[in-house]
C-alpha cells in the first residue's frame, strides 16, 4: 500500500490496527454490585512492585466501580474462549450465581475471577490518567492465579483480537 493513495485517517487507522491486542474480561466490584467487560488495551509496565495498565471506557459502568473501590481484576481469555469475549461485549448480567452466564468466584479483592479464564490477574488502583473517551487505571498486581495448566509459551495461549474474525478491529 502507498501512503500517496491511500487518505492520511486511512493509513492512521491501519498502523493503529498493527497493534496486536490481546483480550481480557476486566470484572470490577463495589459493595454488592459486580460488572464484567471485555478490554483489549492491557500491558505490563513494570515489575518491581508489578504494574499493569488497562484502558477502560469513561462512560462504562466498570470505570465507575474501579473509581468507586480503588480494585479490578483481570481475567486473560485463552485460545477458542471467543465467546466468553463476546459474551462480554455487552453489559454483564449477574443471574442466578452466574456472570453473564459465566462461572465465576470472589478474589480476596471481591472481584470476580472467571472459573473458565486460564489466568487471572487481581489488582489494586494505584494510579488514574483521564480526559479522553478512555481512561488508562494503573493496577499494582497483588494477587494471580491460574485455572488452568499451562505448557508452552503463555503468550500464545492468550485469545488475540484477531481470533474473534476479519471483520472484529480495534485502534484508529
Not at 502507498?2 to 491501519?14: F, Q, R
Not at 470490577?28 to 515489575?47: G, K, L
Not at 488508562?136 to 485455572?147: D, H, I, K, P, Q
Amino acid at each position: 500500500m502507498n501512503n500517496k493513495d491511500t487518505p492520511e485517517t486511512d493509513v492512521k487507522k491501519i498502523a493503529l490496527r498493527m497493534i496486536p491486542y490481546g483480550l481480557y474480561v476486566l470484572t470490577a466490584r463495589a459493595s454488592e454490585e459486580v460488572t464484567a467487560a471485555t478490554i483489549t488495551w492491557v500491558t505490563q509496565t513494570a515489575f518491581k512492585p508489578t504494574l499493569v495498565v488497562a484502558g477502560i471506557r469513561a462512560d462504562s459502568r466498570s470505570h465507575a466501580l474501579i473509581k468507586q473501590s480503588g480494585v479490578f481484576n483481570l481475567n486473560v481469555l485463552g485460545k477458542g474462549q471467543q465467546a466468553i469475549a463476546f459474551s462480554f461485549f455487552k453489559p454483564s448480567v449477574l443471574e442466578d450465581g452466574r456472570l453473564s452466564g459465566h462461572k465465576f468466584r470472589p478474589a480476596a479483592n471481591g472481584c470476580p475471577i472467571l472459573e473458565d479464564a486460564p489466568a487471572w490477574l487481581e489488582c489494586k488502583l494505584v494510579n488514574a490518567i483521564e480526559g479522553a473517551d478512555h481512561s488508562v487505571f494503573v493496577g499494582e498486581v497483588t494477587g494471580a492465579g491460574l485455572n488452568a495448566s499451562i505448557s508452552g509459551r503463555p503468550d500464545e495461549l492468550t485469545l488475540h483480537l484477531r481470533d474473534l474474525g476479519e471483520k472484529i478491529h480495534y485502534g484508529g
